[in-house]
């Protein structure tokens, strides 16, 4: 890349490391950057520093957060008898979005995915058994991703939960609103059969 | 938002605002960030930094670059008697990978655009002219996007060159390599048929 200069080229390099960066949309960032005023990229610069160093986990749901316990672990209006298992930080947050869930929440850190070396130690499959345990718990949502790996970690829980004598359900699986029919696979239809509800 | 911290709100809000990132986007990107190492971080934020206080414009061709005048301007082993009129530095990005072109450049720094308050004062026109009467320049390519504002930049610069002696060219438009022919609009078929060479 004889054609951008050092500084240029080391810019396009750190960006195209992001989740859905290519080079294309990398390089059209730097340029873009570049007609912006210093206090617009140092601001920009200082949000990713300062987000890297204020956020860590919550030592009770393992959600990102500023402040630990997290505000959703302490807040006093939430239904502590119900915890949402998710996979990812992410996850909370569109789920938060929906705004409809007023239960608490737990995220195991990613999948069982022995392919990948990810075993149940890899998770906090542990701390959520101790919160079972020890909490007023009387239902578990199980809201891993509907791919392989997330229904296979839903399925290692229950086997886990069920003792417990805890109701545990998991998210239903079906068509996407707003989509048509025609469009989704084989796998989305069975299961939106499967779990069709009376009306 | 109250589903996402503040340090979060603040650098999806200032990814965000990049072009192609979207809120979605923008927070994929900062929960991966937060996966990173601090030093991956910081790395991404300096560079960021690095790229706004080092690039300038090249005073001869206005590309941007480290050292003024740009290695393109200075290299010894380029023609200087061909002049490539593009509108923004990342054309010259865009052209230099190509490989093909072995001339100099000149960077509008964008098109006229009279609805956007753009006029000729606003472009780096004047800079142009002067070029082309101090320099041994013997051949103008046009190569301003193919879109209103710039062939209409296109064209108003070809009438100000004209008297100057110097031959003018514009960029070829037509059909992209690698599309089909049925997918591309009609002035694109018109200017792939008005622009025919012969076998």
Redesign the interface.
């Known amino acids: 890349m004889?054609?951008?200069?050092?500084?240029?080229q080391?810019?396009v390099?750190?960006?195209s490391?992001?989740?859905?960066?290519g080079r294309k949309?990398a390089?059209?960032?730097?340029?873009?950057?570049?007609k912006?005023s210093?206090e617009d990229?140092?601001?920009?610069?200082?949000?990713?520093?300062?987000?890297?160093?204020?956020?860590k986990y919550c030592s009770i749901c393992f959600n990102?957060?500023?402040?630990d316990p997290?505000?959703i672990c302490t807040a006093s209006h939430r239904d502590r008898s119900v915890i949402c298992v998710v996979e990812?930080?992410?996850d909370?947050?569109a789920l938060?979005?929906s705004g409809e869930y007023k239960g608490l929440y737990h995220v195991l850190g990613g999948s069982l995915s022995p392919l990948d070396g990810i075993g149940p130690d890899d998770l906090k499959i542990k701390e959520l058994l101790l919160r079972l345990q020890e909490d007023v718990v009387t239902e578990v949502i199980l809201a891993n991703n509907p791919d392989a790996e997330g229904e296979a970690t839903a399925l290692y829980l229950t086997k886990l939960i069920k003792p417990l004598a805890i109701e545990i359900s998991r998210i239903a699986r079906g068509i996407p609103v707003g989509t048509d029919l025609e469009y989704a696979d084989e796998i989305t239809l069975l299961k939106a059969i499967e779990g069709r509800t009376k009306l």
Chains 1, 2 share one sequence.
Do not use: W
């Open positions: 004889v054609y951008l200069s050092k500084s240029l080391q810019a390099e750190e960006l490391k992001l989740p859905g960066i949309s390089q059209r960032i730097v340029f873009y950057l570049l912006l210093t990229v140092t601001a920009l610069a200082d949000a990713l520093i300062n987000v890297k160093q204020k956020a990102i957060t500023e402040t997290c505000p990812e930080a992410n909370v947050a938060e979005k």
